[in-house]
């Protein structure tokens, strides 16, 4: 039964894509078949209705090419001045995006999308531009020409004989929220180029006779009006299948994609193909067991990289069976029709191997539709057969051949006539080491040369070429065949197995990065494990840069291998904001040392990683590909560490209001107290006499002294956690510590016996009277709160035995504490389960603030009779020594 369900991944692919148009700036392109049919007159006239309307219009650049009418236009338009850019010696002129930008309209007007910058600016296309205004949220009205467009190029080529070199990506122009076609019959675009109201001069003599042909003005015509209405039939689509977003079946192709300079024709082909059945497409490259030349590799980056401008999702897998392989992918994702360019192979080595690929394909490919597409007819680039020359073996495997082949002719010779078939089998041998040693043109040197000396040398009749017996013939033949495969099927090998061991090393580059982020502890960490790695994995400097807490401004990382310039920080920043690659090797800032990939999260960027390799170096695709791995596997890691920040974050914020609520709720019940024991002494005041009367002063008097102390230790804890408490260090007698901070308490300590045991000759000690006085009294307090009435307590102080610390002990004989309270006595809104009112669990808390600020410490300890002890220790030392 066929399955009508709506695809999950497609619909939140939709959804995403949805998002993305919201947040982006429209698109408005203004679509001609050729210049002169009056887009930019049209752009301008739209844009002035607009900024007539009041919305703000700020023109970016518009050629106007001397046309009167175009130059009327602009007038009561925002012109911005243009940028000029020296190159060689001359002054170019191009759009200042910088100023477009910050100038903030809400249109720009940018002539010319398929515009080449000059040298130097920030990004090679034009059309690289408009889309830095569509992310920043601006509206674009631009023009283009059909013959400008990347699918169509070819088809261009083939209607004018003219190469267009500027083009603009399909996937661009998709982008397009509006595209309104200006169009013109070709006999009145004749007329306005003979008025001089396109070309002037003898370029419109030249432009009439060779590109504004009726017949070529006709077809370029007939191709802007078909492309129109594919996007409006696309459109309607789209808003047909709005509510039943994707479904499972429908169309979706396969371009098989080489090194080949054919390649290009083929992507272009396929994405016309695409558009028309408003299907998905993929590019795959088959990589096999032979290596590129570096000019193979640099053109198949730029034709992979054309497919992905185009709007391909491309793939890149390994396989020496290339139909096998092609197959493969097709039904892994569900792509029913697979195409690939007219090959021109030998016709007896495809009768070798089983066939040409397009015959290959056809029998393993099942249901699958297979598209050939034959290349054009065109005159072959004599570069392409030169690509091969760079595969060319080093003389020194000649050498080895040569030396080889030499050492076992030596060893024949050394040997009796009737040997000759020893002889044979060590050439063969020696041919299948070779094989493991160079590459297959030696190989096959080395079969050949060995089989031509072991049939001159050795094989009867000697020193001839000539051979009388049929065995001999035979095992001869065997021979030739059985080197020359042995020795090409072990160079095949050998260079799968090079291939295999590259894959492995990017697999295992990336096993390692994720074992090694997982297991870091920190983000400085996992940052220097992720950038010594690429270091050496790429042969090249790194530099990761992380955006600030306030998100604006790029800090780099201490770990990174290379230092960004103000240059090269800017490239960073332009990647960061606009979440896309720049840099070396890309067509934004190009100029710039480095390569720079965005860490993208799900709707923002957290950083940049940089590489830079050497001059003369380059990146392949492949490896590009690798380093946006990294890159988002770090940027994995940096949400990761965000999110732990934000999790201690949010229970901080969670512990401070519970902090808050324990206070308020602890505040009020103790301010309650002793207020309304003040008040209802007042009111008694008033009818009380003689010893009623001191009573009641006495009790209002207790009651303020905790009203008072209550108040003094929120005050305390607030200067502690706001570190503005600065202990002043005096000489301090320890009796009058004792006995002053006993006296403030000893209201307190009614009904618990005290006693006071200091030695009469102890020394005066170096400390801050007033804190150690609070201390000592909040520890006498603590043994009086949560001790039961008739228990001892006892103050001790004297000086430890090797002279470097004084101590003051206060200790009962009361219940004590358990073991698991130890670690939290010394915590704020701490109290015993025992404690009787009057305390915020704030005591103990001050005391050790106040202790560590006289560079002290205090411990806890159990009395062995039962009860507490607390001892606070300070630094001592004689008042002689000091002075």
């Excluded at 840069?545 to 401004?553: Q, V």
Aim: hydrophobic share 45%; net charge neutral; proline share 4%.
């Amino acid at each position: 039964m066929a399955d009508f369900r709506p695809d999950p991944d497609a619909l939140l692919a939709s959804f995403q894509q949805e998002q993305a148009r919201m947040r982006r700036g429209k698109l408005r392109i203004f679509l001609g078949m050729c210049p002169g049919v009056g887009k930019t007159y049209a752009m301008l006239r739209a844009a002035s209705d607009e900024n007539t309307g009041g919305t703000k219009v700020v023109v970016g650049l518009v050629e106007t090419h001397g046309r009167r009418e175009t130059e009327a236009m602009i007038e009561g338009l925002t012109v911005l001045p243009r940028l000029k850019i020296g190159y060689h010696g001359a002054t170019l002129e191009e759009m200042d995006l910088e100023a477009l930008l910050a100038s903030k309209p809400a249109i720009a007007v940018v002539d010319e999308l398929a515009h080449t910058n000059a040298p130097g600016s920030r990004h090679a296309k034009r059309w690289q531009d408009v889309l830095e205004l569509l992310d920043a949220g601006i509206e674009v009205f631009t023009t283009l020409n059909i013959q400008h467009l990347e699918s169509r190029a070819d088809v261009v080529r083939q209607i004018t004989g003219i190469t267009v070199h500027e083009t603009v990506p399909d996937s661009v122009v998709d982008l397009a929220d509006q595209i309104e076609l200006i169009d013109l019959s070709p006999q009145a675009l004749q007329e306005r180029l003979k008025e001089g109201k396109v070309y002037l001069g003898d370029r419109a003599i030249a432009a009439q006779e060779n590109f504004f042909q009726e017949a070529h003005l006709a077809a370029l015509r007939e191709l802007s009006l078909r492309f129109t209405a594919e996007r409006v039939e696309d459109r309607v689509r789209k808003l047909r299948g709005h509510r039943k977003i994707v479904w499972r079946s429908g169309e979706r192709l396969l371009v098989a994609v080489g090194p080949s300079p054919f390649s290009a024709q083929l992507v272009r082909w396929t994405r016309r193909l695409a558009a028309a059945l408003g299907a998905p497409w993929l590019a795959v490259f088959v990589e096999t067991s032979r290596p590129l030349a570096p000019e193979q590799q640099k053109l198949l980056d730029k034709n992979l990289a054309l497919a992905r401008e185009l709007g391909a999702e491309v793939i890149h897998t390994h396989d020496d069976d290339v139909a096998s392989a092609l197959v493969r992918l097709a039904l892994q994702h569900n792509a029913n029709q697979i195409i690939v360019g007219k090959s021109r192979e030998n016709r007896w080595l495809n009768l070798i191997l089983g066939g040409s690929l397009v015959d290959r394909l056809v029998a393993k490919g099942g249901a699958i539709d297979i598209s050939v597409v034959p290349a054009e007819d065109r005159r072959p680039d004599h570069r392409w057969l030169k690509l091969d020359q760079s595969l060319r073996p080093e003389p020194k495997e000649f050498g080895w051949v040569a030396g080889a082949v030499g050492l076992v002719t030596a060893l024949g010779l050394s040997l009796p006539d009737g040997y000759y078939l020893a002889v044979g089998l060590v050439f063969l041998l020696a041919v299948i080491l070779l094989s493991l040693r160079v590459g297959r043109w030696p190989v096959l040197a080395a079969g050949v040369l060995s089989a031509l000396t072991w049939d001159y040398l050795f094989i009867p009749p000697k020193y001839t070429f000539v051979i009388n017996k049929l065995e001999d013939g035979l095992l001869f033949g065997a021979y030739f065949i059985v080197a020359l495969v042995a020795g090409q099927l072990t160079a095949r090998i050998r260079a799968q197995s090079a291939n295999e061991h590259l894959r492995e090393e990017r697999a295992t580059a990336l096993f390692h990065l994720t074992r090694a982020l997982a297991a870091a502890k920190t983000l400085d960490d996992a940052v220097f494990a992720a950038l010594r790695q690429a270091d050496g994995l790429f042969s090249a400097q790194t530099s990761l840069a992380l955006l600030d807490d306030a998100g604006g401004r790029l800090t780099p990382h201490f770990a990174g291998s290379f230092t960004l310039d103000d240059k090269e920080r800017a490239v960073a920043e332009w990647a960061c904001r606009n979440r896309r690659s720049a840099g070396r090797f890309t067509d934004t800032l190009p100029a710039s040392a480095g390569y720079y990939v965005p860490l993208i999260l799900e709707d923002s960027s957290v950083g940049v990683l940089g590489v830079r390799v050497g001059d003369g170096k380059t990146l392949t695709l492949v490896q590009r590909d690798l380093i946006e791995s990294f890159a988002r596997q770090l940027a994995l890691v940096v949400e990761r560490e965000q999110l732990r920040t934000a999790g201690e974050r949010e229970k901080l914020l969670a512990e401070s209001e519970k902090l808050h609520r324990t206070l308020i709720d602890s505040v009020s019940h103790e301010l309650r107290t002793p207020l309304s024991v003040i008040t209802a002494t007042i009111e008694n005041l008033g009818s009380a006499e003689g010893e009623q009367r001191e009573r009641f002063v006495n009790e209002a008097r207790i009651a303020a002294r905790r009203l008072n102390r209550l108040v003094g230790n929120l005050l305390d804890q607030t200067r502690l956690e706001s570190g503005a408490l600065k202990p002043r260090l005096d000489w301090c007698d320890a009796h009058d510590l004792a006995n002053a901070a006993a006296d403030s308490v000893r209201d307190f300590l009614e009904g618990h016996p005290f006693e006071i045991t200091i030695p009469e000759d102890m020394p005066p000690i170096r400390a801050d009277f007033t804190l150690m006085e609070q201390s000592l009294a909040n520890l006498l307090l603590n043994a009086s709160l949560h001790t039961p009435a008739a228990t001892s307590v006892w103050l001790m102080a004297g000086i430890e035995s090797g002279g470097r610390r004084a101590f003051f002990t206060v200790a009962d004989n009361g219940p004590g504490f358990p073991p698991a309270m130890r670690e939290r006595l010394f915590k704020k809104f701490v109290r015993g389960d025992a404690a009787r009112a009057g305390g915020l669990g704030l005591g103990l808390s001050i005391v050790r603030g106040f202790v560590v600020a006289q560079q002290g410490e205090i411990v806890v300890g159990e009395n062995p009779g039962g009860g507490a002890v607390f001892t606070i220790y300070l630094p001592h030392s004689s008042p002689q020594a000091v002075s």
